[in-house]
């Protein structure tokens, strides 16, 4: 599988940001994917995911009511929107993924890092004034 995000950026506090993911070389319905970040100094960390066949959708408490995960079944993409910026979301994200091996089962959890084995090279999102 091949992903790349798409996206980051500089933004103002409160601003908005919506990140993409093109996914190739794989069958991207039956794909589990997820939206990773890592500050500096810091873990990486699970933001989103949506499951492969029911679209379940997963957040984190950082940003659950603020952000929207999809896919674009035409691109074959999936997207993060994240609206009300603030400068703790300052992070290099990653897009993650892998084949559902036609189960929906996580086995480590949907935000778990270590439920992944593709991913892509990252995209900086810097909220600053």
């Known amino acids: 599988a091949q992903l790349v995000e798409s996206g980051g950026g500089m933004v103002q506090p409160g601003g908005s940001l919506r990140l993409s993911c093109a996914v190739s070389g794989v069958t991207f319905s039956l794909y589990h994917a997820a939206w990773f970040r890592q500050a500096p100094g810091k873990e990486r960390e699970g933001v989103s995911a949506?499951?492969?066949?029911?679209?379940?959708?997963y957040y984190s408490t950082s940003v659950k009511g603020r952000s929207t995960i999809s896919r674009d079944f035409t691109k074959n993409a999936v997207t993060l929107q994240i609206d009300d910026l603030k400068p703790e979301d300052t992070a290099v994200y990653f897009c993650?993924?892998?084949?559902?091996?036609?189960?929906?089962?996580?086995?480590?959890?949907?935000?778990?890092?270590?439920?992944?084995?593709?991913w892509g090279q990252g995209t900086q999102v810097t909220v600053s004034s």
């Open positions: 993650a993924g892998r084949p559902s091996n036609h189960g929906g089962h996580y086995y480590a959890g949907p935000l778990n890092k270590d439920e992944y084995d593709d």
């Open positions: 949506i499951s492969a066949f029911d679209a379940s959708t």
